[in-house]
């Protein structure tokens, strides 16, 4: 029987081990050869913070509920509200088209304080182009002006009040309607800015049931795509303070559509005036509002956090 020499029997383990070190270099490149590495800037809006990025060519493809769920997390993640995702324009008029994801992964119609943010962005990296920026959304063209002191504002259009419009089920369009939670009844206006809203005012937001409230209104079946709540507190008929339990995503320190959607429906229901601060836990915007077939204007701040790359 032949045996293998020290020096042979040592050599041939070397090999083995440089053949098992290049299998798992070659299984480690394997594992990530489906990871993508994106770009991507953290913005905030009065609080309101956005993960927003160019969106690669199989977008799609990775960019699943899942995945924006990881990356949402604000502990193993990156960390944000909405992420907002700019995708090549529709029409040649328009700057960018973005999706909009909440932090929950659900795609959602509209985010206004995103869209301010997006705005800045793209005035950013064109200023020659103007301060008027033209975008698109699934909720529809948006327009944008990017003022002189760095603040933003956003035409989020026409509010609609039609209950098939938010949508809420409902027999006919009032300024406020009624549901019973857990045996209380609870008072709100409804309203769609691009996304469907319900607005209960109450006597001071600090104590106002978000919390308890706001997850059973947001999934009540009359909410079919369930809906943004709003906490509405009436300071004077041009200043409110305002929560929001946003669908999705939770309370949030700001959420622009619904500061738009409780001074329409305060507006409606005679308590605003045209012309409305809206105080929300992360700073105060200005909505104007003019009245019935006209479109409402958003105006806050917009800031890029910090810049960063991230494997998806």
Known sequence: MAHN??????????????LGARLLATNIVIGYAHAMRIEFLKMQGLGNDFFV??????????????????????HTGVGFDQALMLESPRSPDSRTYYRVFNSDGGEVEQCGNGARCIAALLFARAPERGRSVKMESKGGIVNARVLEDGRVSVDMGAPDFAPRSIPFDAAAEAPSYSLTIRGEAVEFGAVSMGNPHA????????????????????????????????????????????????????ETLACGTGACAAAAVGRRQGILSADVRVDLPGGSAQVSWPGPGEHVWLTGPAKTVFTGTVDI
Do not use: K, W, Y
Request: hydrophobic content about 50%; charged content about 20%; proline content about 10%.
């Open 5 to 18: 020499p020290p020096a042979l029997l040592f050599l041939t383990e070397v090999r083995l081990a440089q």
């Open 199 to 250: 607005v209960l005012r109450v006597a001071d937001v600090t104590t106002a049931p978000v919390a308890r409230l706001g997850p059973s209104i947001e999934n009540h079946p009359r909410f079919p795509r369930r809906a943004n709540v709003g906490f509405m507190q009436v300071v004077d008929p041009g200043h409110i303070a305002l929560r929001v339990f946003e669908r999705g995503a939770g």
């Open 53 to 74: 990025f160019d969106a690669p060519a199989a977008a799609g493809a990775f960019f699943d509920p899942i995945t924006v769920r990881a990356l949402a997390d604000r």
